[in-house]
């Protein structure tokens, strides 16, 4: 699990760099196997320490799947620039990826508060302190879980550089080649029409801030 079959050089082992991707994007793909038939998912998700949070309704079909011991593969995918080769078959895009597989740990009822909490402040530092608790019936409608980051059970690629050059792409020297970065902002909030009078607050100002 912990090794490439195919360009292996992509492969990349450190686990800050695994970190470093988790933590730099929000959605994922949780993917299992149920009765025979592929679910894929996409979902928002948190890195705390060495899991990834998961949480949904208590409804849905693939968390109910790996809540009950399926096997299942999480899936990051970042892309960092669009890499413009002399050719269209040696162009391609410079990218991070990451797998991880294992088996969810479904959090006990007395541990379900606190993770959803822990979610919300890695997606949106601060925010739990200014909106009242989740109710009995929120939590008891949802569904938390971590799926463990273990030694052997991930898989980190990245694909980096300049494209091809002329020589290795057998082309035209006199044809443009180079990097077109891609990069996520955020723009400034917008209030909801029930909330434009209200000041933006704290957790909203400093997440648009970049702070």
Request: no cysteine.
């Amino acid at each position: 699990m912990d090794r490439l079959n195919r360009l292996a050089e992509y492969g990349v082992t450190e686990r800050a760099a695994l970190d470093e991707l988790l933590d730099s994007q929000w959605a994922g793909v949780l993917s299992t196997v149920v009765g025979g038939q592929p679910l894929a998912v996409p979902m928002l998700y948190a890195r705390d320490g060495d899991r990834v949070l998961l949480h949904g309704s208590t409804g849905a079909g693939a968390l109910r799947a790996v809540a009950a011991g399926a096997p299942a593969v999480f899936t990051v995918f970042a892309v960092d620039a669009l890499a413009v080769a002399p050719t269209t078959f040696e162009s391609s895009v410079n990218y991070r990826s990451a797998t991880i597989r294992g088996r969810l740990v479904t959090l006990p009822d007395d541990e379900r508060e606190a993770t959803l909490d822990r979610f919300s402040e890695v997606i949106l530092p601060g925010r739990t302190t200014e909106v009242r608790p989740s109710s009995r019936k929120e939590l008891a409608a949802s569904l938390a879980m971590a799926l463990p980051i273990a030694d052997g059970g991930w898989l980190l690629k990245v694909s980096g550089g300049w494209p091809a050059t002329p020589e290795e792409a057998d082309a035209d020297p006199d044809v443009w080649s180079g990097l077109v970065p891609v990069r996520t902002v955020l723009d400034p909030p917008l209030a909801a029409p029930w909330a434009e009078d209200l000041p933006v607050p704290e957790s909203v100002r400093r997440l648009s801030a970049g702070d």
